[in-house]
């Protein structure tokens, strides 16, 4: 009852004091303990940020590096692709200019071929022919033969009376 | 082409054989006992033929025979029994006709003459040229007998030379086709020409024979490369050849072409046979229509038997260049320097 008279005037007991007092200490320490951690996070994010920041630049540098590495071989490989063009170029004329001689050759050993083998069908008519004189001559010889034994045959032998 | 005047034998007017064995020979101790072998191996094959019911006559022409000799035909007459001389007709060549028509004096046989006036006076649907002593296979036997021969085919057998020591005489497949009998291996027939004994065993329709105006007798100067020069105008006539698929046997003897070879090799214009390189591989040739003394007169002196007398107008002209011509068409000839098959 003292209690709600002096909450009723807008006191407090001593102990509620005490109590309040203790609660209040309480939440300052909280407080200060949440305030330190505060500056402990906060210490801890700028760090984070400076090393994000550190990170960062690294990155931008090492892409720097890499742009500039990547722009030198495309640079290259412009250089490259331009002299194999020309070798390209370069050999596609000398294939071409080999094709045309190469035909002008197939034409010329087709005209070759085509005298060989006139000149072969020509040999072996003329061997054939050849070989049908020599039968020739064979059966004339042969023949000649014949008759000059039949004449002999037919002649008188000298000392036989008949002249 | 019309068919040649094929003129009439003796009385012999049966029915058509199916085939005709064309031989030629005559009795002067050719090869040792020419008869002996000769009468044995007509026996034989006449004997297989007709147990084979193989229709069949021989047709044998005596070329210019000797004089006082008897003849082939009185000798299988008084030796045979009458089945054979049944199967037999003979023709007997005048002598005269050897002298008019030889070109080369040292031939003292034409043989192909001969076969040519056998082969023309021929009745057989199919005619077989053959030699005396030549014994015909079972395999042809069963051909034969199967009637299994075609038109425009020319037949062709490989020959398998048996040793001298065997019995002619008592013919037996035993002894025939024992390998160890062999005398030398036996050669293959090869396209496309089956050359190689090809005297032995040439079998042809009789219309295609006479197209072709059977044998060469234009080139009267050699017995050896005759029978190969007809298989060259056969194949480039449009014909056929082919291996029968089976053997003709041979005895061996001493005057045979394979024993005289070596005899002759070093001096061959001495040789009976004559010149074996001329040119029978690559020039062939056109008989005139009177080829196998078709215009010789006949005079029949018996059932079978018939003589040609001498008369120039059945003798072909000494020197007929006209009928050396070139093959129309060549199959892979060889070369003219092949050796001649006997």
Known sequence: ?163 | MPLAHIPVMGQDSGPRPYLSVVLTGRNDGYGGDFVKRFLATLQFNHGELSAHAVSHEFVLVEWAPLPGAPLLADLIEERCPTSVTAALRTVVVDPAYHEAMTLNPLLRFHEYLAKNVGVRRARGEYILVSNCDVILGRHILAQLERRSLEPRVVYRAPRRDLVAALDIEHLHWEALEDQANLARPGKQLRPPYFRGSTGDFIALDQMSFHRLRAFNEIYRLARVGVDANLLVLALSSGLTIVDIGGPVYHIDHEGSFQTLKAKYVAGESDAQHGHERWNFNSVVYRNRPQWGLSDAPEESRGPRRTYLHFSWDAVPPLVDLSGVILPSRVESAPSSSMSADA
């Not at chain 1, 001559?137 to 000298?158: F, M, Q, S, W, Y």
């Open chain 1, 1 to 163: 009852m003292i209690r709600r008279v002096l909450r009723a005037v807008g006191l407090a007991t001593t102990g509620e004091l005490h109590v309040v007092e203790a609660k209040l200490r309480d939440v300052r320490a909280r407080l200060d303990k949440a305030t330190a951690r505060l500056a402990e996070a906060t210490t801890t994010a700028q760090r984070l940020q400076e090393t994000r920041r550190e990170e960062s630049r690294r990155f931008k540098a090492r892409l720097a590096e890499l742009e500039s590495d990547q722009q030198r071989q495309a640079d290259r490989h412009k250089e490259t692709t331009a002299r194999a063009s020309r070798q390209v170029a370069q050999l596609t004329e000398a294939l071409r200019q080999r094709d045309l001689q190469l035909e002008a050759s197939l034409r010329q050993e087709t005209r070759l071929e085509q005298q060989v083998a006139a000149a072969k069908q020509d040999l072996e008519t003329a061997r054939a022919s050849l070989s049908a004189i020599e039968v020739k001559l064979d059966i004339l010889e042969g023949a000649a033969n014949v008759l000059d034994l039949r004449t002999r045959a037919a002649r008188p032998h000298p000392g036989d009376g008949s002249r």
